[in-house]
């Protein structure tokens, strides 16, 4: 147990929410933690979000490393990475539950660490718990690393869970994705040897999303015709890369997605030690969490696990993009008996 | 029908072959050919081997964009990158057929032309056929690239051929398969932009082996514990795909490579324009080739076709690597009724 007690209150927390409508509330707070792989203890800033009533049941809701704390649209109309499955009268009911969600910890903000660790993620979500007052989470329902968050968490923290719900994700990266992402990594630091660590980003970024999608996917969107221009065929494919590339090297720091892609990699979590109640969720069609990882889950799984398999052209990002099959099965997952806030 | 008639010797050929034992004869042939994304025919030098004794059904074999003419291993001990599957006794059996295959023409060979078409491998080596005097193909044994250049073969030049056998290699590329390999030739292209086209292309072949190898493969080699060294993690595949780059960017042209990429990427044979009786062999692993599209090939295909899918950890490089479930395959698709040559 590596948690420590959460320090004080940094920056005063955002207005409060209307009576009338749940209104999200983003804070921050400094927290004491012992990074899995640093030197000891110390104060770490931890950026949160908060959406839904006051008293409402708890969930933890949190996505792959490029997702952040906007987990819900904002009512000025801003972002929010799940908006499909989480908001008002959605799968994840703002009106009817609290949304909490981190920004992930990067190196920096662990200071002297030689790298994030997945424990990190948990232990600043079970001591922001503490720090709000929340006490416990009804449930965390993560997704592709925000399942390893949550499979940590569900593991170190199980007094302050009722069960967890793992999206694409496992108790740890499969090695053949392990060896697709330290060569994004490895891309990225080419880039910036040559100084340009924004282009190698894009390149790693488009090499993500490679793996990302389905096989069925690409045959579906991507079979026209190449053209000849400048010099070279270009394929069908190759402008929807090229523009993911670009828009997430423009909006991330190499530094900050080399030590999250990082902390994929180093995940590793005793599926024996997660004594929590679990609802698992696959995707046929993922080619960075093969379903044989989540099968492996649930038989070694120390608590009653139930695997669910969507078959979806989606891949990986079904968790994403296939949000008509999830918001079933994520409301049976978070179903609070007879609870009710309208 | 694009083949013209071909043109003289430019060299003479190697010492004929001993008459106790089956000798490699290496020879180079200039061809009028006329590419397919050219403007026009040209004269094109075409660097070949003949392994097998005089008179001997012909068998031509190709392998992957990296492979070249010498198939099985020499006398001298020169290395064969088929070896285990083609030479005396093995499947393809050099005692008792003739091996024919060429070095893969690239764009410099075919001068002004956009592109370097699967098309034009095939007319290259309809044309040898004829230079040489050997007539017509007993079979086609051609894998990954060398099973898309088959079946362009044989939808070119029926008359030429007994029998196609395509391994890991199907009418088109998959979309999913040519926006990596697209992805691969842009990371050649950073790295060239950058003064470092070498590091470009040993960055763009690590990626090409995450897809030539099979997920259990990976999950079996690659699960050791990573090691902390340099200010970073580092995983137990990234020493075998570090290796598995430089080796490739010191043996191979970059240019050579781009344009051999996209071979792959431009070919398209209409099925049912392939006429010649065919054996088809997937991979149940393969990330290149997914079984999908072969069992389309078979479908569609305008001859007799049987499909064998064998089940190999190797994935796509179970051509190179699972010799021994290809072999019985191997000789029963080739086995020449009737025939001995002891």
Redesign the interface.
């Known amino acids: 147990m590596t948690l420590l007690s959460p320090d004080l209150v940094v920056e005063p927390a955002s207005p409060p929410a209307r009576d009338d409508a749940p209104a999200p509330s983003f804070g921050e707070r400094r927290l004491w933690l012992q990074p899995r792989h640093g030197d000891g203890p110390r104060a770490v800033r931890v950026r949160y979000a908060l959406h839904g009533p006051d008293g409402a049941p708890v969930v933890i809701a949190q996505g792959g490393i490029s997702a952040d704390r906007r987990v819900c649209a904002g009512e000025d109309g801003a972002h929010g990475w799940w908006s499909a499955l989480a908001g008002p009268g959605a799968a994840i009911d703002t009106t009817r539950v609290r949304v909490l969600a981190i920004d992930w910890l990067d190196r920096a903000d662990l200071g002297a660490a ?2 994030v660790g997945s424990e990190d993620q948990a232990d600043a979500l079970a001591a922001l718990l503490i720090a709000l007052g929340l006490g416990r989470a009804h449930a965390f329902v993560g997704a592709s690393y925000g399942a390893m968050v949550g499979l940590a968490f569900a593991a170190r923290h199980p007094q302050r869970l009722g069960r967890l719900v793992a999206i694409a994700g496992a108790h740890r990266a ?3 994705a ?3 992402r ?2 994004q ?3 990225v630091r ?2 910036a040897r ?3 660590a924004a ?2 980003l894009d ?1 790693a970024r ?2 993500a999303m ?1 793996t990302y ?1 389905g ?1 069925r996917e ?2 579906l ?3 026209a015709e ?1 053209e ?1 221009r400048d ?8 402008g929807w ?1 090229e523009a993911a590339g670009a828009r997430f090297a423009a909006r991330f720091d190499a530094e900050r997605i ?1 030590a999250l892609s ?1 902390s994929i ?2 995940h590793a979590v005793d599926p024996a030690a997660v004594r929590v109640p679990a609802t698992l969720i696959a995707f046929s069609t993922d ?1 960075v969490v ?1 379903l044989g990882d989540l099968c492996e889950l649930q038989r070694r799984l120390g608590a009653p696990a139930v695997l669910h398999v969507l078959d979806s052209p989606y891949g990986h990002d079904a968790f994403l993009k296939d949000a008509a099959q999830l918001a079933p099965l994520l409301r049976e997952a978070i179903a609070i008996e007879g609870a009710c806030h309208d």
């Open positions: 030689r790298a499969h090695p053949l392990v060896a697709v330290a060569l990594r490895e891309i080419f880039g040559h100084g340009d282009g190698g390149l488009r090499l490679t999608r096989e690409f045959a969107r991507f079979g190449p000849f010099g070279r065929y270009r394929f069908a494919a190759e890369l080399l990082e990699d180093l080619r093969p």
